[in-house]
């Protein structure tokens, strides 16, 4: 299917883009709302700030990974309230509602549970939440309406900065069949597969990192790669359960090869052009 450009209308109140944001789509009725916790209060001001609808609190835990929790409420704002009194865990909130307040209680409860497994699918975030949301049932023709705000509200939260929702797929989409896929095969015995995203570089479930590291390898990366086994990110047979998104392409060869590395040579396609020639536009 051809992707189209889209247009997306953002409303920054009082001047501050750090405070409150509203912003909406073309021919759609949802809006979304990003309201920083210190002026949640001033949420009230609005008229739909008591509408049904789904909210995602994000901020970081004590490692300063990325957290977020998924939330639901048949009135938005008293819910919200009711967050502050939790641990300072978040910052941000996001809030997606109907702008003629069309969604119900079943409706937000799919939307909940939706975007639940589309976050622990991405694995960019640590997940708050408890328990896994319920699927309501909702009659089959709300399918495609809640489809479509799943969709659109993934756009405009990542146009927001927020990338939980944007998973190693999405990214394929975008790619030439040539160059969705880059390979390291080295030492020790290294052998990884990954992808180029927006904010960083994938390393793919399945891709094997070298069983020892160098002696030259800096400690820091050594410290990650402990971590990511620690954490069972990587297992016990140096394997990647899950697919992980490195800041760079040099921290994720470095990962998988056990020593420091330029990543932007060492990734290459089948055909063997390195990340860095794509980026430089030379043919191989």
Excluded at 39 to 54: M, P, V, W
Excluded at 140 to 161: C, Q, R, W, Y
Aim: proline share 2%; charged share 25%.
């Amino acid at each position: 299917m051809k992707n189209f450009n889209k247009t997306i209308q953002m409303l920054i109140f009082d001047g501050n883009p750090n405070g409150r944001i509203m912003c909406e789509m073309s021919n759609w009725n949802g809006r979304v709302y990003k309201i920083s916790r210190s002026e949640l209060t001033k949420f009230a001001d609005r008229s739909d700030a008591e509408n049904t609808g789904i909210y995602f609190l994000l901020g970081k835990d004590e490692e300063n990974n990325d957290t977020i929790y998924i939330g639901e409420a048949e009135r938005i704002l008293t819910r919200l309230k009711q967050h502050l009194q939790d641990e300072n865990y978040w910052n941000d909130c996001i809030v997606v509602i109907s702008k003629d307040n069309l969604l119900n209680k079943a409706h937000v409860k799919y939307l909940e549970n939706q975007f639940y497994e589309i976050v622990i699918k991405a694995g960019r975030a640590r997940v708050m939440n408890a328990s896994i949301p319920t699927r309501s049932s909702v009659a089959e023709f709300d399918l495609a309406m809640l489809e479509e705000f799943i969709e659109t509200s993934k756009l405009l939260v990542n146009s927001l900065g927020y990338k939980v929702f944007d998973g190693v797929d999405e990214h394929l989409k975008t790619k030439h069949p040539d160059e969705r896929y880059f390979y390291i095969k080295a030492t020790r015995g290294a052998c990884g597969t990954g992808v180029s995203v927006s904010d960083g570089f994938a390393v793919l479930k399945g891709s094997v990192i070298a069983n020892s590291v160098t002696v030259s390898m800096s400690p820091s990366l050594i410290r990650l790669r402990e971590k990511l086994i620690g954490d069972k990110i990587i297992d016990a047979h140096y394997t990647f359960v899950k697919d992980h998104i490195f800041s760079s392409p040099s921290l994720a060869a470095s990962i998988v090869m056990g020593r420091n590395a330029n990543g932007r040579t060492e990734w290459k396609t089948q055909k063997g052009k390195t990340l860095k020639d794509l980026e430089d536009g030379k043919e191989v």
